[in-house]
């Protein structure tokens, strides 16, 4: 089945270094999520990228997706502890947009 | 006003109870969801209703019984519980044509 696979599994930055998160998906996919899930809260959406190579900015946040639709980053600039928390990506399913398929997250932590 | 509601937010319990989880949203979305997030933060859709209809029903134990009443309510039905039970669970909506989902602050299960 599909998978969609995310790297780091954790990242610790100093405030005011850069972070990368990389989603992979085993199939194209015709869309991408991302979500953001402080600690001990509930994951939100950030953002959802359609085109090929699309890259959509809100803020110090730069999210892009793939040529091959397989793949999709989330770059932060110059990380704040406000960004603490886990950031999840998300590809349909099975030609559903309603049924997601949830990468395992990175866990950003940033020391002040 | 809270857009997705969850009662109660903890539920502790012995195995071979049965319990409830309730869901409410007031986004006047048609779509609702049931996702698990287990203790290593993996989040996996369960089910989904459009209307009062079971559209999504994943690989999940009969012993999970979801019920929607009515387009604003969703609840989850849990029989039996097991140890293997335990785990965040989060309500989440949307509309029928668009792709981002709303999560409720979800409800931590613990079976002991």
């Known amino acids: 089945g599909q998978q969609v696979m995310q790297i780091p599994q954790y990242q610790h930055v100093q405030e005011g270094e850069d972070f990368t998160t990389y989603c992979n998906s085993s199939t194209t996919l015709s869309n991408i999520q991302w979500y953001k899930q402080r600690p001990g809260g509930h994951p939100v959406f950030l953002i959802q990228l359609v085109k090929s190579g699309e890259v959509k900015k809100q803020k110090r946040l730069t999210f892009q997706f793939g040529e091959a639709k397989k793949n999709s980053s989330l770059h932060i600039t110059a990380t704040q502890t406000t960004d603490v928390g886990t950031y999840f990506c998300?590809?349909?399913?099975?030609?559903?947009?309603?049924?997601?398929?949830f990468g395992k997250g990175t866990l950003l932590t940033v020391n002040p | 006003d809270t857009a997705v509601s969850q009662t109660p937010k903890y539920l502790v319990t012995q195995m071979g109870n049965d319990k409830s989880i309730k869901c409410e949203q007031n986004l006047g979305h048609d779509t609702m969801y049931w996702y698990k997030q287990d203790s290593k933060k993996f989040l996996k859709i369960m089910f989904s209703y459009n209307n009062k209809e079971l559209i999504i029903n994943e690989t999940v134990p009969n012993r999970f019984s979801p019920k929607s009443p009515d387009k604003a309510h969703l609840n989850l039905h849990i029989n039996s519980l097991e140890l293997g039970d335990s785990a965040v669970y989060f309500c989440?909506?949307?509309?029928?044509?668009?792709?981002?989902?709303?999560f409720g602050p979800g409800t931590r299960l613990t079976v002991t």
């Open positions: 989440a909506s949307s509309q029928w044509d668009s792709y981002e989902q709303y």
């Open positions: 998300a590809g349909p399913r099975g030609g559903s947009n309603y049924k997601l398929t």
